[in-house]
């Protein structure tokens, strides 16, 4: 097990390495600067210079690079040109709140989604199978962003149950925190739960006729002792594989979402430095991303080895 967590991590660098370069060119590739965001209108051909050359944009883009890297390896992301703040100190401060709603919707996603997929295989071809497989397509068809609005007229404006948007530390004030979590969560554990439904609906159906199964049935097991625990741990090893993927999807998706709901996660702190052309910040809200994804789909191929103690890690 350590061999293959330490191989893994160790392939974790080039991949990291690849990534940055892309993130560094495409950020360049974006019409105008920081210095146009800072200037304003104003355009004094010496002050943008002067700025140019304190900020290093004067250099060629191969020694903006290199100079960002050398300081990344060191632990140095960079200070905000926008803000003057220190991003490692600006993304840690959102993260925790991204990491809270991505954890929140996949618990909504699996609240869903796993009795709807296990009634839906148990009724297949039948009103319980074709109720939970339309739901899961209207999820599906359903973008974020749209059904974050209907929840908030509905929810905050009609009902006045919910808070709109907005955000409250859950050591200040629990309740208050969950209230605020309760809506952008839904909304990005929708769309989860609508894969993870048809997901667990094809992997119990397929259990259901293995032999196993079978075995257990005619030794006079309860149905619910063979789905509850065989069936449902089978059926779990592709779907934590999906999630983990997913959890990654949860990250990209929570950009709109924390913008709709005025989330201060990474996801909104992306979307302020895109319009501020602040390339740091940009560079290193991906990167972190990124280490979160890879380290998640980590954790998922450890996972294999508990759910079914027949897979071998490689």
Known sequence: MLKFVIRRLLQLVPVLLILSILVFSLVHMVPGSPIDVLMGDGRDPVVEAALM??????QPLPVQYWTWL???LRGDFGVSIYSREPILDMIMARFPNTLLLAFASAIVALAISLPA???AALYQNRLPDFGAMGIALAGISIPNFWFGILLVLFF???LGWLPSMGYVSPADDFGAAMRHLILPAITLGTAMAANLTRLIRAEVIEQLSQDYVRTAR???LGERMIVGVHVLKNAMIPTVTIIGIQFGGLLEGAVLTEVIFAWPGIGRLA???VYERDYALIQGVVLIAAVVYVLVNLLVDISYRYLDPRVKLS
């Open 70 to 72: 050398t300081n990344l």
């Open 53 to 58: 050359a304190r900020y290093g944009l004067d």
């Open 218 to 220: 005619a030794k006079g």
């Open 117 to 119: 997929g296990i009634i």
């Open 156 to 158: 905050s404006q009609y």
């Open 271 to 273: 979307v302020d430095a």
